[in-house]
């Protein structure tokens, strides 16, 4: 069908009038000689009314407001922010919103940290600059915390220093090679490549005193160009903040919810916190310290945009002398939840969830997605005031301390595992709405990425929204449009333009997805409960700089509303954009009776990575006579239970709403039967076989995080585990069983 929604009040008006007219209060059983296929026309041109309310100015006063202050986690302002988007949601005339609080480990400067640089004399040399400098007024504030990185222990250290690229285990096995030892040094560190808290884990178990890190200039600058205030690249003052534990969540309840009364271990017994100072430094301050290097020794892979050679060790020993002070401490935090209540089948929830805490102003992350989510809600409420009600109950989340470890959307879920894992269709998560506006991408779990192209393919790109169309705010296209593209065309839809620009390798007619790892709160829904996620955001071209993982001035005071609205997304039309593939997504997920997963992507994506393992590890495996016949074979039924059960699905008779939720319910267990209980190799927060956080930066591979695991510790640790290997081939040939077993017509076996 084709869509093409104007602004001409008379027809709006009278197109509003018979729809609440024809609807209204008759979305409920007692209707029950209604259709499928009037209830879903009916969905249909509600979902149209709202998508047509997104407006660009609104986004923008949203992300005015949330930008105006610095907001990090534990602080009045993040209270005060809590209870504004309560006060926001209560006007919209939700069911239920509440704030939930939880008392969790925070870690602030409680001091401005010291790096200095010293000859071998003592004589003082160097003092880096570990304040950032405002360009304007609104960057000026005393509530900006000073740039530091969290859970970094205090300290007082001197020694050394070498500087070993990305501290990541290849950077240190290179180091080895050439006998080189950063036992009892201060590491110099570049951001990226991996988790800053595993580049400090490493350098630690190593024997370093101290960690510096920076963000170099070639992974986050465009060569040539200027800087900010001028342009969006990070200035040479700019200073990134970062957590750096690595387990997520509250440290002092890690298995049940940071709520009053619980009980709560003590600070010394939590073991993965670091015991050596880490601080985060400029690239203008890296560029001298590292210029005052120098030796001889010179890996030419590890240079970078700085107007230095790139010495590993120096032959003077100067000495760096570093001075932290991050005590840690128990603060309140606040997420805020709406309830959307269905009015089919209210016991199952889709979750749409943002984190609203930032280092500083936060105007990308993650202020770009909660303005969003501000805009998702608003809208939903014109719905509600139309007569619309959701078949599915809908939950809006606005999560608390997201940059300290995940802790609000960690703490909510430990509270409710029992009801989300039961009941929970999906996860949507928007952390960052937009990064930058070369193309569309997504995280997600296989099982839903079909919807999203689906949705993708009916909605105008943001490049190609022609004046006309920005007039007629047109946000669903005709998709027949799209087969075979004039070049000549203004209008192009967001599927095509993702293709173009992001093909996925091994089927070109689609565009690439990327698997669901670590890094937002989508981790503990997905990689621990089982909830197929989904994650997204318009972003910079990645290709043209496969070194920057986020946006130039990513966790600094220049991230705000000025960088936002002059660099990146002044008239806001690409969230606006994402706003309305957030909603569309939801809605649908919320109103159609069948559910759109697609298993067999699944399977056929798990039996594509028992290929890629095997590859990548045959001459490991082989010696030691261990394959993986029995993972592919088991992935090779799924594949077959898959065509199977959707086969069927073709012949399922919508008005037969009981078979209609079995299947629902089935295709809701498939990603829960990936899940194993007691943990990833007894790692609580990590229970998916197939995708959960890798905490190695070993292989490229990331597929079936407890091989990998075991396989780090043999290669690198020179364990003797492979027993343990063919133990955890077993639970995964289990779990795949379990998963195709569920997808049967009846309980049997």
């Known amino acids: ?63 005015r407001y949330f930008t105006k202050e610095p907001h990090l986690a534990g602080t009045p302002i993040g209270k005060k922010q809590a209870e504004h988007v309560k006060r926001e949601w209560d006007k919209y005339g939700f069911d239920k919103v509440e704030i939930k609080k939880y008392d969790v480990l925070l870690s602030y400067p409680s001091t401005p940290a010291s790096v200095t640089v010293q000859n071998p004399d003592g004589k003082l040399i160097y003092t880096a600059k570990t304040v950032e400098e405002p360009f304007f007024e609104e960057e000026r504030s005393n509530l900006s915390v000073y740039p530091f990185n969290a859970y970094s222990a205090s300290g007082d250290v001197e020694g050394e220093y070498v500087y070993v690229n990305y501290g990541n285990v290849k950077d240190y096995l290179r180091l080895a090679a050439r006998n080189i030892s950063v036992m009892n040094k201060v590491v110099i560190v570049k951001y990226g490549t991996n988790f800053r808290g595993e580049k ?115 032959k003077t020993p100067r000495t760096i002398r570093l001075i932290v002070n991050n005590p840690k401490e128990v603060r309140p935090i606040y997420n805020v939840v709406a309830t959307i209540k269905g009015d089919i089948e209210p016991d199952r929830i889709i979750l749409v969830g943002n984190h609203r805490d930032a280092w500083v102003f936060g105007g990308g992350d993650p202020s770009s997605g909660t303005a969003v989510l501000m805009e998702t809600a608003r809208v939903i409420s014109t719905m509600l005031a139309e007569g619309w009600r959701p078949r599915r109950t809908i939950m809006l989340c606005s999560w608390d301390a997201e940059e300290y470890g995940l802790m609000g959307s960690i703490e909510w879920a430990q509270e409710f595992y029992s009801v989300l894992s039961q009941r929970a269709v999906v996860y949507l998560n928007v952390d960052i709405a937009v990064s930058g506006t070369y193309t569309f991408r997504a995280k997600s779990s296989p099982s839903i990425i079909d919807k999203m192209f689906d949705i993708s393919k009916a909605t105008i790109d943001p490049d190609y929204i022609n004046e006309e169309a920005a007039k007629r705010n047109l946000f669903v296209i005709n998709t027949n449009l799209f087969e075979n593209e004039d070049p000549k065309k203004k209008e192009k839809s967001l599927f095509a333009n993702w293709r173009d620009k992001l093909p996925n390798q091994n089927n070109p007619t689609e565009p690439r997805y990327s698997d669901l790892e670590s890094g937002s709160d989508y981790v503990y829904f997905y990689s621990v409960i089982g909830i197929p996620s989904i994650d997204f955001r318009y972003s910079f071209n990645e290709k043209a700089h496969p070194k920057r993982s986020q946006y130039p001035v990513y966790h600094t005071i220049y991230d705000n509303f000025y960088y936002m609205t002059t660099f990146v997304d002044p008239d806001m039309r690409y969230h606006a954009t994402i706003t309305k593939l957030w909603l569309q997504f939801a809605l649908e997920m919320a109103d159609d009776q069948l ?147 569920l997808l049967n017509d009846y309980a049997i076996i």
Request: avoid cysteine; charge should be neutral.
């Open 1 to 63: 069908f084709q869509i093409f929604l104007t602004n001409k009040e008379p027809d709006q008006k009278n197109y509003r009038r018979s729809l609440h007219e024809q609807l209204a209060n008759k979305r409920n059983f007692e209707f029950r000689d209604r259709s499928p296929a009037d209830l879903a026309n009916e969905d249909m041109m509600y979902h149209q009314i709202g998508l047509k309310q997104v407006r660009n100015d609104t986004l923008k006063e949203f992300l």
């Open 200 to 314: 400090v884990r490493i350098a630690e178990k190593l024997g370093a005193i101290g960690v510096i890190l920076y963000g170099d200039p070639s992974d986050t600058n465009d060569p040539g160009a200027p800087t900010y205030p001028f342009n969006w690249n990070a200035p040479a003052g700019s200073i990134p903040r970062g957590n750096i534990a690595n387990v997520k969540g509250d440290p002092l309840t890690p298995k049940y919810p940071s709520k009053e009364g619980m009980h709560r271990i003590r600070i010394s017994d939590v073991t993965y916190f670091t015991k050596i100072p880490v601080q985060p430094i400029s690239f203008h301050d890296a560029e001298q310290i590292l210029g005052f290097m120098d030796g001889d020794v010179y890996e030419p892979e590890w240079d970078g945009g700085l107007n230095i050679t790139y010495r590993i060790i120096s």
């Open 595 to 741: 559910l759109k997963f697609n298993l067999t992507r699944y399977a056929k994506k798990i039996l594509k990575e028992v290929d890629l393992f095997e590859i990548a590890f045959r001459d490991m495996l082989e010696p030691q006579k261990i394959n993986m016949d029995l993972v592919k074979a088991s992935a090779e039924e799924l594949v077959k239970a898959t065509e199977n059960f959707h086969n069927k699905l073709e012949d399922l008779k919508l008005a037969d709403s009981l078979s209609v939720r079995r299947a629902n319910d089935q295709m809701m267990a498939f990603e829960r039967a990936l899940i194993v209980q007691e943990g990833i190799l007894d790692r609580p927060d990590s229970k998916h076989v197939i995708y959960s956080p890798v905490r190695n930066s070993l292989f490229k591979t990331k597929a079936f995080p407890a091989l990998l695991g075991i396989l780090y510790n043999i290669e690198v640790e020179k364990r003797n585990e492979w027993h343990l290997l063919e133990e955890q081939i077993s639970v995964l040939v289990d779990k795949l069983n379990n998963a195709r077993n």
